[in-house]
């Protein structure tokens, strides 16, 4: 088993300010390393976990093993969390943490489809129980669809040659058929500067394969609305779209919305949300070191007031 190592994890578990009899969700178990620490400092509290890789879930029970009696497992996307937990009788909830992007395991796993490093059948499926792939993306969409989300999602400058070079291509099965593919679209300058050709091209198609950013939307949303008075949502990106998203959900029921100041206001609008981090927090230089992949992350939190 490939070892993660989770990116903030003291911050991340420190921010959620936890209680020993709280209700507490991670929305994104992995392999438990935040899910751990979350529960050794529960007694009569609970924490609801969420994944869609079954792999994942299986392998974490390994890590949770002392603290299982405190855990309920979700294979289930976070989108849906606020049903889930109402299936559980859970109307609200004392924190959630989210840890965003693909861990460790499953970039390193060639089988898998994720990683320009490997040559392996394109996948990129987070829920392995999902029949649509990184296959379909790339040899069944038309060319607008392809440079709409190498573009979108992945932020990528050639996004219109490479798609038109991969309609050109099909079919393409493999990992490394796709980073040649790319690799022949892009000039020279691009391919010999810093960083890997293909990383915005497999980002893009890994967002659109799993509906990351659409899924991340709904569930910000919903685990604000499952916020007790006092509780706190802590989330980690890896990426400016996923920060983009969250510091805009954050930041709409943090701050008061804009008013024309010579029309009179009837009513005096309440702000139940602090944003904590309106000056994002990014990893030392100690962690940099550590854990090359935390380069790109960012940490945000979120508290609920409490009631007066």
Do not use: W
Request: net charge neutral; charged share 25%; glycine share 4%.
């Amino acid at each position: 088993m490939t070892k993660h190592i989770s990116v903030f994890k003291n911050q991340a578990i420190e921010a959620l300010h936890i209680k020993p009899e709280g209700i507490y969700v991670d929305a994104t178990l992995g392999r438990g390393g935040h899910s751990l620490e979350i529960a050794k400092q529960l007694t009569t509290g609970q924490l609801h976990v969420f994944d869609l890789d079954t792999q994942a879930i299986f392998e974490s029970k390994t890590t949770l093993n002392e603290v299982l009696d405190k855990i309920v497992f979700h294979h289930q996307n976070y989108a849906n969390i606020q049903a889930t937990l109402n299936e559980h009788n859970i109307n609200e909830v004392d924190g959630i943490l989210f840890d965003l992007g693909v861990s460790s395991p499953q970039l390193d796993n060639p089988e898998r489809g994720f990683s320009y490093r490997y040559d392996a059948l394109l996948d990129m499926r987070m829920n392995q129980q999902q029949e649509f792939s990184a296959y379909d993306v790339v040899n069944n969409y038309d060319l607008k669809e392809l440079t709409r989300i190498f573009k979108e999602y992945g932020e990528e400058s050639f996004s219109y040659k490479i798609a038109q070079k991969i309609v050109n291509a099909r079919p393409i099965e493999t990992t490394f058929q796709l980073v040649d593919v790319i690799k022949s679209a892009l000039p020279a300058k691009v391919l010999s500067s810093k960083g890997h050709p293909a990383k915005r091209v497999f980002q893009a198609i890994r967002i659109e394969v799993n509906q990351e950013l659409e899924s991340l939307k709904k569930a910000i949303k919903q685990s604000i609305e499952l916020l007790k008075p006092g509780g706190y949502c802590v989330v980690i990106t890896f990426h400016s779209l996923e920060d983009r998203i969250v510091k805009k959900a954050f930041n709409e029921v943090s701050k008061p919305k804009k008013v024309d100041k010579r029309v009179p206001q009837l009513e005096v609008e309440i702000i139940s949300y602090e944003h904590l981090t309106t000056q994002v927090i990014l990893p030392t230089q100690k962690e940099l070191e550590e854990n090359p992949r935390s380069q790109s992350a960012k940490l945000r939190i979120l508290r609920r007031k409490q009631e007066i």
